[in-house]
């Protein structure tokens, strides 16, 4: 009988290369869409956060239209701003509508964050917003949370490819080391029997 190479006398697989490729690259897989969703965080939407901040958009009196802010053909920016995500649970939107009545102003809600939880429980997922005349900001009270949130600090697109090269030399290893980990690990319950 001869015997293949990584044969296990003791332990038994159905298939065990093809699994292991699969779960190797699946996680490769998903540590790089992490990596994209990451870098994509603190770039995209990390730059229109910092555009507000930068531009003052403190209060509702110095709150901005996405065009004023220079995002108005930017459809990632407005899709952050329209579905329930961190982003919006930053930045509050006054409507024309709402910044037009006087009595609406008076039944605001003190904090911005109630405010917040208020519009996500009213609104559908994807509501409609009229980004000519809709109007956002960051209540200085989330100002730090957002600063600190949206940080670029050691989030770059040198760093997300070293982390690639590196998730791909590792994944690469595992494919070679865990066969020989099995291996030692079947001879030690072949001594033991």
């Not at 990390?46 to 709150?63: H, P, R, W, Y």
Request: proline share 2%.
């Amino acid at each position: 009988m001869e015997i293949f190479l990584y044969s296990y006398e003791n332990i038994e697989f159905r298939n065990p290369f093809i699994s292991l490729r699969l779960i190797v690259w699946a996680l490769f897989a998903g540590f790089v869409i992490a990596a994209i969703m990451a870098l994509y965080n603190k770039r995209v939407i990390g730059s229109f956060v910092k555009d507000i901040l930068a531009q003052g958009c403190t209060s509702e009196k110095d709150a901005k239209t996405v065009i004023d802010l220079g995002y108005g053909t930017d459809w990632f920016i407005k899709n952050a701003l329209r579905t329930d995500t961190v982003l919006r649970r930053l930045v509050v939107r006054i409507d024309a509508a709402t910044e037009s009545n006087q009595d609406a102003d008076a039944e605001k809600v003190e904090s911005a964050e109630s405010s917040t939880k208020k519009q996500k429980s009213r609104s559908p997922k994807h509501e409609v917003i009229d980004f000519s005349t809709a109007k956002f900001y960051i209540p200085e009270e989330l100002k730090y949370r957002a600063e600190v949130r949206y940080a670029s600090r050691g989030t770059d697109v040198v760093t997300f490819f070293i982390g690639v090269v590196v998730l791909a030399a590792a994944a690469f290893a595992a494919l070679f080391v865990v066969p020989e980990l099995i291996q030692l690990l079947d001879n030690f319950i072949g001594t033991l029997r």
